[in-house]
């Protein structure tokens, strides 16, 4: 089991940038997959952005080619930079450990969660 702390929000204009980081602590080698999510009020919970311990992303559609995932080589911190972000963005922002092989977007395959960071994107 990993403990998990994000930061990084914040509130910005449409067309701004942010950078999420989320803290791993505990058993970091137990995670083969990291990931970000998000969830706006009254919406379920979407994936954003996943990586796995080979490197490999993947990405919503929504997001591809404005936000980018990484993680530190002793992958104990997890990134999200935002860029050119717009208002349908704004959500409160997770960040999510799965330990089972396989990259994938969907959150009911992960199993240790942070506890969010909101980020707010106006017109």
């Known amino acids: 089991q990993v403990h998990l702390v994000e930061s990084g929000g914040d509130s910005v204009q449409s067309g701004g940038s942010l950078r999420l980081s989320c803290v791993v602590s505990?058993?970091?080698?137990?995670?083969?997959?990291m990931g970000w999510f998000r969830q706006a009020p009254g919406k379920e919970r979407e994936g954003v952005a996943a990586i796995d311990a080979f490197g490999s992303t993947l990405y919503a559609p929504s997001v591809e080619g404005r936000f980018t995932i990484s993680q530190d080589n002793a992958r104990t911190t997890l990134y999200l930079q935002m860029d050119s972000l717009k208002p349908e963005d704004t959500a409160m922002y997770y960040c999510?450990?799965?330990?089972?092989?396989?990259?994938?977007?969907?959150?009911?395959?992960?199993?240790?969660w942070g506890q969010g960071t909101q980020v707010t994107v106006s017109s």
């Open positions: 505990g058993d970091s080698g137990s995670t083969h997959c």
């Open positions: 999510a450990a799965k330990r089972s092989f396989g990259i994938t977007r969907h959150p009911q395959l992960y199993h240790d």
